[in-house]
């Protein structure tokens, strides 16, 4: 199947772009003083990236010329990932940082002789899967090298194999998330990773970024799906997986997972696949507040019952509309703050697990809402990226950022991202969610609006540096599913202290001894 491009300038599918509601334009008036003034994006052919050097290496003569790209368009579409500042540079023309060229890999021995020769002509790799990265995984510091190269997986798009005896499926990096449910769903079986950027992520970007999806509950985060998988490195071939669990020292899996790209190219992973559920119902909650709805969904994830999907937005994402992203706009001032519960399952087993959590909610002062919310929730869950863009076109900065923490320190991360992001942004808008929970602790996932007024990236760059700062200091850590990437690189040196950068630059050493893959992203004091 051919793979479509996500729209250059934004999010998704450009068939799907949409214009700002005006229910909300309003509501942005009324809450930032921003006026509605269309502010549309250069023109992808108005773009001229900067001069594509020459790849040494006869790269073509491993994958074949056609699948060695250096037109402008091609490079432009590979340049950077879809962050807010991402997408405010190349929308005002910006392609600073285009790779050289585009290679498209066909088969793990491809893509380790790209790396071979790469290497002996020092030539950069940047890994790329579905190019949705929000915290600068794609935008290494490639400086010194004699070329750079986005080495697109597209291609390796299969599903390998599936073992319905132990249930698990051998899949390809460069499956894009729908089609590898799809090919599951044909045989009876369900991934159930569905993070926000399902629509176009892939598989090797959930293993390369420690992906975590929105029905975490019941699925479990993608690390935690993966039984074994294999890794392309300049160095050689790394495989890892030979039983479930295992006491044969540490476990190198980890190793790779959340590794970005740096250490080498994922060219396939088995997962754990369960059977299609029989049933699906989602419905939503009421508490009067944050505090007592976390309360409450601390409460199911460490005594159970777990739903499959459990969210809970705080007062001002409850209001606002975003909880419900398709009802955006209808602006909700009774007060309280929205839980979404979904239960995925048999049909047997589901009703029992439902009244359960229902007795659970109850009896913490949680107000039963019907099932029209969690429909809601489920109908709009892939949409927020659009509606980003959308207020992109309004004169809007939106952005999102994550964290996560012990319960005993929900509450402490949660005020004091909310007051600097209040203070460094003055008359923005601060919302919040629980959007993943454990038993020890839960994820904090932000999301700011606010007018863009001058020097946008700037500004969300110094915002984002004080967040950072703040959350280290409240004990959070710097990603719970975003990665690390460029963004957080100097934040994530102080969270694994000196001795863990050090454990990282000698693997990073052994197994790419040129620095060649993806230069700045992950490894602190590189770059």
């Known amino acids: 199947?051919?793979?479509?491009?996500?729209?250059?300038?934004?999010?998704?599918?450009?068939?799907?772009?949409?214009?700002?509601?005006?229910?909300?334009?309003?509501?942005?008036?009324?809450?930032?003083?921003?006026?509605?003034?269309?502010?549309?994006?250069?023109?992808?052919a108005e773009i001229e990236p900067p001069p594509a050097r020459p790849v040494p290496g006869a790269l073509e003569d491993v994958v074949g010329e056609e699948h060695v790209r250096a037109d402008a368009e091609t490079r432009i579409r590979h340049?950077?990932?879809?962050?807010?500042?991402?997408?405010?540079?190349?929308?005002?023309?910006d392609a600073g940082g285009a790779p050289d060229a585009v290679v498209l890999p066909g088969s793990h021995d491809e893509v380790a002789a790209v790396l071979a020769r790469c290497a002996e002509h020092r030539v950069a790799v940047v890994p790329f899967g579905g190019g949705t990265s929000?915290?600068?995984?794609?935008?290494?510091?490639?400086?010194?090298?004699?070329?750079?190269?986005?080495?697109?997986?597209?291609?390796?798009?299969?599903?390998?194999?599936?073992?319905?005896?132990?249930?698990?499926?051998?899949?390809?990096?460069?499956?894009?998330?729908?089609?590898?449910?799809?090919?599951?769903?044909?045989?009876?079986?369900?991934?159930?990773?569905?993070?926000?950027?399902?629509?176009?992520?892939?598989?090797?970007?959930?293993?390369?970024?420690?992906?975590?999806?929105?029905?975490?509950?019941?699925?479990?985060?993608?690390?935690?799906?993966?039984?074994?998988?294999?890794?392309?490195?300049p160095s050689g071939t790394l495989e890892t997986g030979r039983a479930p669990k295992s006491a044969a020292g540490p476990d190198l899996?980890?190793?790779?997972?959340?590794?970005?790209?740096?250490?080498?190219?994922?060219?396939?992973?088995?997962?754990?696949?369960?059977?299609?559920?029989?049933?699906?119902?989602?419905?939503?909650?009421?508490?009067?507040?944050?505090?007592?709805?976390?309360?409450?969904?601390?409460?199911?994830?460490?005594?159970?019952p777990l739903p499959t999907v459990l969210r809970l937005s705080d007062e001002t994402e409850t209001m606002i509309g975003l909880a419900r992203p398709d009802e955006l706009g209808e602006r909700n001032d009774a007060g309280g703050c929205l839980a979404v519960c979904g239960y995925e399952g048999t049909a047997a087993e589901v009703p029992d697990r439902r009244a359960k959590v229902r007795a659970v909610l109850t009896s913490l002062g949680g107000a039963y809402q019907g099932e029209e919310p969690g429909e809601s929730w489920v109908r709009g869950r892939f949409s927020a990226p659009?509606?980003?863009?959308?207020?992109?076109?309004?004169?809007?900065?939106?952005?999102?950022?994550?964290?996560?923490g012990f319960w005993s320190n929900v509450s402490r991360l949660y005020d004091a991202v909310r007051l600097t992001l209040s203070r460094e942004l003055p008359s923005s808008v601060v919302m919040c969610h629980v959007s993943h929970v454990y038993p020890a602790g839960a994820s904090l996932y932000?999301?700011?609006?606010?007018?863009?007024?001058?020097?946008?990236v700037e500004r969300w760059r110094d915002?984002?540096?004080?967040?950072?700062?703040?959350?280290i200091e409240a004990g959070g850590t710097i990603s719970h599913h975003h990665g690390v990437g460029v963004d957080h690189r100097d934040w994530y040196a102080r969270e694994a202290g000196p001795l863990g950068v050090a454990v990282l630059r000698a693997v990073k050493d052994r197994l790419d001894p040129e620095g060649i893959m993806n230069p700045g992203v992950l490894i602190p004091g590189e770059g």
């Open 446 to 456: 932000f999301t700011v609006v606010t007018a863009q007024g001058e020097r946008p």
């Open 386 to 404: 659009y509606l980003r863009d959308a207020l992109l076109d309004v004169g809007v900065l939106a952005e999102t950022l994550e964290t996560a």
């Open 253 to 304: 899996r980890q190793l790779v997972l959340g590794s970005e790209g740096a250490f080498g190219v994922i060219t396939d992973v088995t997962v754990r696949i369960r059977p299609l559920p029989e049933t699906r119902v989602y419905e939503g909650w009421l508490f009067p507040s944050f505090s007592e709805g976390v309360t409450a969904v601390r409460a199911l994830a460490q005594d159970g």
């Open 79 to 93: 340049t950077r990932g879809k962050s807010t500042p991402d997408l405010l540079r190349i929308r005002a023309g």
């Open 134 to 233: 929000v915290v600068g995984g794609l935008a290494p510091e490639a400086g010194g090298y004699a070329a750079v190269i986005a080495l697109d997986l597209r291609r390796l798009d299969r599903l390998v194999g599936l073992d319905p005896v132990s249930r698990t499926a051998t899949l390809e990096p460069g499956l894009r998330a729908p089609r590898a449910e799809r090919l599951l769903n044909e045989q009876g079986y369900t991934l159930g990773h569905f993070p926000q950027s399902f629509e176009w992520a892939s598989i090797g970007g959930f293993a390369a970024a420690r992906s975590s999806g929105q029905a975490s509950a019941g699925y479990g985060r993608f690390d935690e799906m993966v039984t074994g998988l294999t890794l392309a490195t």
């Open 1 to 44: 199947m051919p793979i479509v491009d996500m729209l250059w300038s934004g999010w998704g599918d450009p068939e799907r772009a949409e214009r700002l509601p005006e229910s909300v334009a309003g509501l942005l008036r009324e809450l930032l003083g921003v006026h509605a003034e269309p502010a549309q994006p250069v023109k992808l």
């Open 463 to 471: 915002a984002k540096a004080a967040v950072s700062d703040a959350i």
